[in-house]
């Protein structure tokens, strides 16, 4: 069965949020319970080649105080164009449920499934707090072109986090300040991440 995942249409994107080709994007939650009801499901391989729709990623910076979660894509991931590449970045798709909660926290339970579904939480730690940022949209390479990030931070109590596929990724944690050393290999979304909200 094709997947279905959640989009929206490009043209309700733009007339809630300043349009900006690559980068990230200040709006408030206000703005993204506004987009979310705009939304719709569609089947996802009909949209990976339809810049008319905006498909919705969120994605989570996972901080514990000033380090930070790196992943690097190995070529276990089904995305191709972005094998060995390295993101701060843990989410994806978004998919339909029976019963659809209010937009806010439909958005926050998607986060916790593909968090959940990616990470073990292990001795004692816990998520402390899930917080959105803004918006981050990549038009200038064709992986990005037909997805909109919702970036999020998630702070957790402890640095016992452990990837539950091995195969598709590893992670590390990074302190804030050595996070540069990786730049030339982060896929463009962390790099957005970086320059606009840690550098």
């Given amino acids: 069965m094709d997947e279905l995942v959640f989009a929206v249409p490009a043209a309700e994107v733009w007339s809630l949020l300043p349009y900006k080709e690559q980068g990230f994007i200040d709006g408030s939650s206000d703005v993204l319970k506004t987009l979310v009801r705009k939304g719709l499901f569609r089947k996802r391989k009909d949209l990976e080649e339809d810049p008319s729709c905006k498909q919705i990623i969120p994605y989570a910076v996972i901080s514990y105080k000033e380090s930070f979660l790196l992943f690097r894509r190995t070529s276990g991931q089904t995305e191709k164009r972005l094998h060995n590449m390295i993101t701060m970045g843990m989410g994806g798709h978004m998919n339909p449920r029976e019963v659809m909660e209010p937009a806010e926290q439909y958005l926050i339970d998607e986060l916790k499934r593909e968090f959940f579904e990616e990470l073990r939480l292990l001795k004692g730690c816990t998520i402390e707090n899930i917080d959105f940022i803004g918006f981050i949209n990549d038009e200038t390479i064709p992986v990005s072109r037909v997805h909109i990030g919702l970036l999020y931070n998630i702070s957790v109590s402890n640095k016992h986090l452990y990837v539950n596929e091995t195969d598709k990724m590893t992670a590390e944690w990074v302190a804030k300040n050595d996070l540069a050393e990786f730049y ?16």
């Fill in 184 to 199: 030339e290999d982060m896929e463009t979304w962390t790099k957005i991440v970086y320059d606009h909200n840690i550098r």
